[in-house]
């Protein structure tokens, strides 16, 4: 019985194993969302946005009063003297009095509230600013990742396609040198012909297995960028379909751009920062209380009986504090944030011109590129008829395995060359989509 349930297991966990090395079956948008999920980069981006958050809330605890308890034990081995004419006390000049006692011990609360800071206010708005700032770092990352997964998508689909072309070109030359083989020993073409369809085929052979490696390395940088497991397995399941349709065309709205509100952004911080130095200089009021005992004795018998050891105190009030003079420190501040305003603002301009010259060039190499694709479709069709004519025109031995073999040749190309075009159309579509903003948009 031990040995049936020890068996069972096996089975069971053996059949387990196999369920779950089932490949998983990835489409691009899937790809992108796993990516946006796990990239260690957005990762620290949403991180940072965070501390970000907690920034703000830091900076908002001074909006509550603040409230402290303290204990103060002093020993004066030396006490205070204060000096006050001999005339309160009948006699000439000036005496020195002590004040206090040796030992003074105050425990109590002390409390304090802002009442007024306009710099602080401004700071306030600062934070939530840099908040936003970092949410916007963050979806620039995010689109940078979909941007290169989706280059990297198209490109695993692109050399998956060409393998199996050449595969198939590969059991057309396996068919082609059986022919040739039963030809050279019926004495119908020479050795050194069917010799040069094996080379052929070696060659193809070779060609196929450097794809299938290329395809590999690939797909494992595809899961690297998407954060997945890089021992699981993966099957792509978009293709590089083509539309007869071109895509519109129309002017983006540049203020899409997630780059020019990140420009945009940091220049609202700078000009919170600046705001926040001219407001250095205005005045600060606060409240405060502070209510404790307070003990004052030559010996320390504070804990004995008695009902005068310490003596409550108590007091509330309002503090206004207004800066006057910090050596043209505000100045200098102010003219670092004028300085950097006027470098954001050269760089905004500057990238609204790289944006137009981006959109252009997105424009034209999609318009090209699409071209591209109908022409490398015609020469397809052509190269098939071409080698079917051709392939029956050897079997009736109307022309040389020579020329069959180039026009064979001349089909393979045709079949990479598509697959090229139809690489560089998507890799097109995805320059127009970034120009537009529009990377995350599926």
Not at 63 to 78: D, G, H, I, M, T
Not at 128 to 133: E, G, I, P, S
Not at 154 to 177: D, P
Not at 394 to 407: A, F, K, N
Request: glycine share 6%; hydrophobic share 35%; proline share 2%.
């Amino acid at each position: 019985m031990k040995q049936k349930l020890k068996t069972a297991c096996i089975l069971f966990l053996s059949a387990l194993s196999v369920a779950t090395a089932q490949p998983r079956r990835l489409s691009l948008q899937e790809a992108v969302q796993v990516g946006l999920e796990r990239n260690m980069e957005i990762q620290n981006a949403g991180l940072e946005r965070q501390k970000s958050e907690s920034w703000q809330k830091e900076q908002q605890s001074r909006l509550y009063p603040q409230v402290e308890a303290y204990s103060n034990f002093n020993y004066y081995f030396a006490l205070p003297k204060l000096v006050v004419p001999g005339e309160i006390f009948g006699q000439e000049g000036d005496i020195p009095v002590e004040f206090g006692t040796k030992l003074d011990w105050g425990s109590g609360f002390r409390a304090t509230q802002l009442l007024y800071n306009r710099s602080y206010y401004t700071s306030l708005k600062l934070a939530r600013q840099k908040t936003d700032l970092e949410g916007l770092t963050m979806r620039q990352k995010q689109e940078e990742t979909a941007y290169s997964i989706s280059q990297v998508y198209y490109l695993c689909l692109a050399t998956w396609q060409q393998t199996n072309h050449l595969s198939v070109t590969l059991e057309s030359m396996e068919q082609l040198l059986k022919i040739t083989g039963l030809q050279q020993q019926n004495g119908v073409i020479r050795k050194v012909d069917h010799e040069q369809v094996l080379v052929d085929q070696n060659n193809l052979r070779t060609e196929v297995e450097q794809l299938s490696r290329l395809y590999d390395q690939q797909i494992r940088l595809l899961k690297y960028l998407t954060g997945m497991d890089p021992d699981s397995e993966v099957v792509l399941t978009d293709s590089l379909a083509f539309s007869n349709e071109q895509a519109d065309l129309y002017l983006p709205d540049w203020g899409n751009r997630t780059e020019l509100k990140h420009l945009e952004k940091q220049m609202e911080v700078v000009g919170l920062s600046k705001s926040m130095n001219k407001q250095a200089y205005q005045p600060t009021l606060s409240g405060f209380a502070q209510y404790y005992y307070q003990g004052q004795r030559n010996q320390f018998d504070f804990f004995k009986g008695g009902s005068d050891k310490f003596f409550k105190v108590g007091f509330v009030g309002l503090s206004l504090s207004i800066p006057v003079f910090s050596g043209f420190e505000k100045q200098a501040k102010i003219k670092q944030n004028d300085i950097t305003l006027m470098q954001l603002q050269n760089t905004r301009n500057n990238t609204l011109q790289f944006f137009r010259k981006e959109f252009a060039d997105a424009k034209q190499q999609y318009e090209d590129s699409w071209q591209a694709v109908i022409r490398q479709r015609q020469n397809i069709g052509i190269a098939e008829e071409n080698y079917r004519v051709n392939l029956q025109a050897y079997q009736e031995q109307t022309i040389s395995l020579v020329e069959l073999l180039r026009v064979q040749n001349s089909l393979t190309e045709a079949h990479l060359s598509y697959d090229n075009a139809l690489l560089q159309w998507k890799n097109a579509e995805l320059g127009l989509k970034k120009s537009r903003g529009e990377i995350l948009n599926f």
